[in-house]
C-alpha cells in the first residue's frame, strides 16, 4: 500500500523544487521558465516529454505493461499577479508576481509523483503527466484541449487536485457531483450625457443609473433563483468620473456570477439582460451589455461518480477513511479543470494544506503552499495509478 512514508524520501526534492517554482513565479502563459524546469526533470526521470501545448504546457507521458489503459493526472503550473509580502528566503524574486494559489506545490506534488513512478513501474497502462499553464483566469486548460491534448494524449479520464486551506494536513475532502461553481464575469456600460453638477436637467446622469441598476440586479438571486439553487452576483467594479462637480458620460460596471447549474446560469443571463435593457431604457440612456467580455467563463467543476469513488479510495488508502471528508460543501469559486471533465471522465479533489488560526485564505499575499503536504498529495497521484492501473503495490 503507497503511504506518505513511501513518499517521504523523495520530501527534501519536492520541497527544493517547490520553492524554486515559488521564487520564480510566472503568470499566464508566460510560464517559461517554469515549464523548462519541469520538462527537464521529467526528461531526467525517464519520461517522454511534450511541450507547447497552450504555449507553455508539459505533458510527459510513461508506460508499463501492455495494458491500454490510460489515465491522466493534472497540475496547473502558473501564479497570480499579486505582490508577495512574505519575507521568508525563498520568498518571490518577481515583483508584483507570485505563487498565491499553490500552484507551485501542485506541481511539485505531481513531479515527485512522476519520479516514484518512473522507479517503481509496478502498474500496467499508460500515465500522462499534465502540467497546465494559466489556471487563473485565462483557461490554459482549454487552451491545451484545443491544442489537442486528448488527441495526442487520449486518456480514458483525468484526475485533478488543489490544496485548500481550510481542511488540516493529512486530510483530503471529494464528493461527486459539482465540487466547484461555473464562472461567468460581465461588463455593463452606461451611456448617458454628460452635464454641469449644477445643472444635472440639461444632462442624462448614468451614475444614478447605475445605482439603480446595481440594486437590482441582486434581486436576481433573491428573487428570481429557486432558494434550494445556489448562486452568487456580485458587481466588483465601477468606473465613472474623475471630478467633483461634473456628471460624467458613461459609467462602466464589471461583475462576476456562479452557479452549479446550466439552467441557474441561463436565467441570471436572461433576467439580467433584461432588467440592464428596461432599466436603461426607462431612464433614457445607451447601455451595452457584454458576458465575458476577456475570456470564456469556466463551467461547473463536475465530478464523475466512478472516478470519484476511485479517488475517494486512493485518498483513504493514503490517510485512512477518518481523514477524507466525502460530503464537503462545493466552492463558490471556480476551476478550469472543468474544460477537461467536459472532455473526460474524472475527478477534482481538494488537499489539505492546513487550518491554523495563522493560516490564510487563497490569493492573499501571504500565502504559501505548506511543504508538509508534499508526500501526501504525491501518495494520493501514485495510489491512483495504482488502483486504476490494476496492480496492487506491495
Ligand atoms: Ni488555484
Redesign the pocket.
Known amino acids: 500500500m503507497t503511504t506518505a512514508k513511501d513518499l517521504q524520501p523523495l520530501y527534501a526534492e519536492m520541497r527544493q523544487w517547490r520553492q524554486h517554482l515559488h521564487q520564480f513565479p510566472e503568470t499566464a502563459f508566460e510560464e517559461t521558465q517554469t515549464a523548462e524546469f519541469i520538462a527537464e526533470k521529467l526528461t531526467n526521470f525517464g519520461l517522454d516529454v511534450h511541450q507547447g501545448l497552450g504555449k507553455t504546457g508539459v505533458v510527459a507521458t510513461l508506460s508499463a505493461g501492455n495494458s491500454n489503459k490510460k489515465i491522466a493526472l493534472r497540475a496547473?503550473m502558473d501564479a497570480l499577479f499579486i505582490q508577495e509580502q512574505n519575507t521568508f528566503s525563498y520568498a518571490s524574486r518577481h515583483d508584483g508576481k507570485m505563487h498565491a494559489?499553490?500552484?507551485d506545490g501542485h506541481s511539485a506534488m505531481l513531479l515527485g509523483a512522476a519520479s516514484y513512478l518512473s522507479e517503481n513501474r509496478h502498474f500496467n497502462g499508460t500515465v500522462y503527466f499534465i502540467f497546465q499553464p494559466a489556471?487563473?483566469g485565462r483557461a490554459g486548460a482549454k487552451q491545451m484541449i484545443d491544442d489537442g491534448l486528448f488527441d495526442k494524449f487520449p486518456a480514458d479520464c483525468v484526475f485533478g487536485m488543489?490544496n485548500f486551506p481550510d481542511i488540516p494536513v493529512g486530510h483530503f475532502a471529494v464528493k461527486s457531483g459539482a465540487m466547484m461553481a461555473s464562472s461567468d464575469s460581465f461588463e455593463i456600460t452606461i451611456t448617458g450625457k454628460a452635464t454641469h453638477a449644477a445643472i444635472p436637467h440639461l444632462g442624462c446622469d448614468p451614475i444614478l443609473v447605475a445605482a439603480q441598476l446595481i440594486n437590482a440586479l441582486q434581486t436576481i438571486v433573491s428573487r428570481n433563483i429557486d432558494p434550494a439553487d445556489c448562486a452568487v452576483l456580485s458587481i466588483t467594479q465601477i468606473h465613472a468620473g474623475n471630478t467633483w462637480n461634473a456628471i460624467p458620460e458613461s459609467v462602466v460596471l464589471r461583475g462576476t456570477f456562479r452557479s452549479f447549474n446550466k439552467n441557474v446560469k441561463t436565467l441570471i443571463v436572461h433576467r439580467m439582460t433584461q432588467l440592464v435593457n428596461s432599466i436603461c431604457t426607462a431612464f433614457d440612456v445607451g447601455v451595452n451589455i457584454q458576458f465575458n467580455p476577456e475570456n470564456e467563463g469556466y463551467p461547473v467543476t463536475f465530478n464523475t461518480e466512478a472516478e470519484t469513488a476511485i479517488a475517494l479510495r486512493a485518498a483513504q488508502a493514503v490517510v485512512g477513511g477518518s481523514c477524507v471528508n466525502e460530503k464537503p460543501t462545493p466552492s463558490m469559486g471556480a476551476e478550469d479543470f472543468s474544460f477537461m471533465l467536459q472532455e473526460k471522465p474524472g475527478c477534482y479533489i481538494w488537499i489539505g494544506n492546513g487550518s491554523s488560526e495563522n493560516s490564510c485564505l487563497?490569493h492573499n499575499p501571504h500565502y504559501d503552499f505548506n511543504d508538509e503536504i508534499l508526500p501526501v498529495g504525491a501518495a494520493y497521484w501514485v495510489k491512483l495509478v495504482d488502483i486504476m492501473l490494476n496492480q496492487t503495490s506491495p
Open positions: 496547473d494559489c499553490g500552484h489556471e487563473e488543489h487563497l
